[in-house]
């Protein structure tokens, strides 16, 4: 996988969900690229693991649905990191797969606490130290789901539509404070997320796509880290898309 050495030199990011899939990929080419990262999980194993496998500068063993939990990791990475350049909003789970009528209520209510909440919670939490060094990038990952609704899967589908209009929203308010926000919308990619779905919804989705496969996550990771670097610095409060021509908007 090809990188920009050094375009990441000096700068300090969190990444949650950092234990694997997306966050993981995502975290190991920012280190790679001269960054320093703090992983968020909740797989205290497997962050661990991740954690040494990348040279990650530490590590915060939480559920970012947790509020309170999510403030003081964000005390305690900026303690860490020195600062905070970079967040990438990665942790999220698919809840669910079944029709309105019967969707559980129980996994409704954790899907959005953790897809949509949870995010909300950890960008609530590290803009002010952004906003005191003037400058900052927030990826907050979504999914076409967000775009066009995927069946039997509501609470996704809901939970990733609020991540784009809570990434519009804010990346207009800290337009002119030096922080740049923007979402990324995946279409199906081969991640350890596929594990909570049925094979039948794994091959909907790949069917849906144009190019006929299921994404690679360094195709991903390599659209996030450009959204999460000095390069992207004109574009805010907007959506980046890897769906192999699923979506066009």
Not at 192 to 199: D, E, R, S, V
Not at 220 to 226: E, I, L, N, P, R
């Amino acid at each position: 996988m090809t990188g920009f050495t050094g375009r990441f030199d000096g700068r300090a990011a969190i990444v949650t969900g950092g234990a694997s899939g997306l966050g993981h990929a995502t975290a190991e080419r920012i280190v790679r690229e001269g960054g320093r990262v703090c992983l968020w999980d909740r797989e205290e194993e497997a962050l661990a693991e991740a954690a040494a496998a990348i040279g990650a500068a530490g590590t915060c063993a939480i559920d970012v649905a947790d509020a309170g939990a999510v403030a003081a990791a964000a005390q305690e990475s900026a303690a860490l990191l020195g600062k905070v350049d970079i967040l990438i909003c990665s942790a999220g789970i698919t809840g669910a797969t079944a029709p309105v009528e019967s969707y559980p209520l129980d996994s409704w209510q954790r899907v959005i606490e953790v897809n949509l909440n949870g995010l909300f919670y950890c960008c609530r939490a590290i803009v002010p130290y952004m906003l005191a060094n003037g400058y900052g990038r927030i990826v907050n990952i979504a999914s076409v789901a967000g775009k066009e609704g995927n069946p039997f899967a509501s609470a996704y589908s809901a939970s990733k539509a609020g991540v784009l209009g809570f990434t519009k929203s804010l990346g207009k308010e800290v337009a002119e404070k030096g922080i740049i926000v923007n979402a990324l919308t995946p279409a199906t990619f081969e991640s350890p997320i596929l594990a909570q779905l049925p094979q039948s919804q794994v091959d909907y989705m790949k069917g849906k796509i144009p190019m006929g496969r299921l994404g690679e996550v360094t195709e991903s990771a390599a659209m996030v880290c450009f959204m999460a670097s000095t390069e992207c610095s004109f574009t805010t409060a907007a959506t980046f898309d890897t769906s192999g021509g699923r979506t066009t908007y």
